[in-house]
């Protein structure tokens, strides 16, 4: 009788996420090889503190009640071949234009021209989901054939039949894609973590 091994999904550790470096150009960015994962999202959307319960630390990004602070590509090594991107917040109108400029171009010249982008988490507040930046992120990214995740933060702050529906809603409004995904997040509550692992591990093994 033969015994047959199947085989089981890599487990990527997350919380070995170390800081590399920030840069805000790609000429100073770590070799373009490997796998890479980023997230993005409007200001305020808590980027930060996703990225810090995803890897289970207090302060590997930076979290502060300020929107539009990051204005830098800031790079996480979960190992020599993995790496979480931590890409500028869009959308806060106070940022002086010159800085929302600045932002656009290391927004356009990551999500197009990095190769080893593996796929993109965007963030946004559940309460005010998919408007047109948004949109057009998302369209931009997939005519790049690039998948998109998207986590509807801050669901603690809505009743779960709300969050729900909204959830169905965004799902609904981006059924004619055919690589965009959607889940609530919580960090406050850690609510859609497994979820959210899944999706991240899934595009650090393929």
């Not at 996420?17 to 959307?45: H, Y």
């Not at 933060?153 to 995904?181: A, F, H, M, Q, W």
Request: aromatic residues 8%; proline residues 4%.
């Amino acid at each position: 009788m033969k015994n047959y091994l199947v085989a089981q999904p890599m487990s990527i550790d997350f919380t070995k996420a170390t800081f590399s470096k920030s840069t805000p150009s790609l000429i100073s960015a770590p070799n373009d090889c490997g796998i890479e994962v980023a997230f993005v999202g409007r200001s305020n959307a808590g980027k930060s503190s996703a990225l810090n319960v995803i890897t289970n630390q207090n302060k590997l990004a930076r979290t502060s009640k300020t929107p539009g602070r990051t204005q830098l590509m800031n790079f996480f090594d979960l190992d020599e071949d993995r790496r979480i991107v931590d890409l500028p917040g869009y959308g806060y109108a106070k940022v002086p234009e010159k800085i929302k400029r600045q932002i656009e171009e290391i927004l356009s010249s990551y999500l197009s021209q990095r190769k080893c982008l593996q796929g993109l988490v965007l963030l946004m507040d559940i309460r005010h989901p998919l408007n047109s930046r948004d949109m057009d992120l998302i369209d931009f990214v997939t005519d790049y054939e690039k998948p998109v995740h998207i986590l509807l933060t801050k669901c603690d702050k809505i009743n779960r039949g709300p969050s729900n529906n909204t959830l169905l809603e965004v799902r609904k409004r981006l059924s004619g894609y055919s690589n965009v995904s959607a889940q609530t997040f919580s960090a406050t509550r850690r609510l859609g973590l497994e979820e959210a692992h899944e999706k991240l591990t899934d595009w650090f093994t393929f």
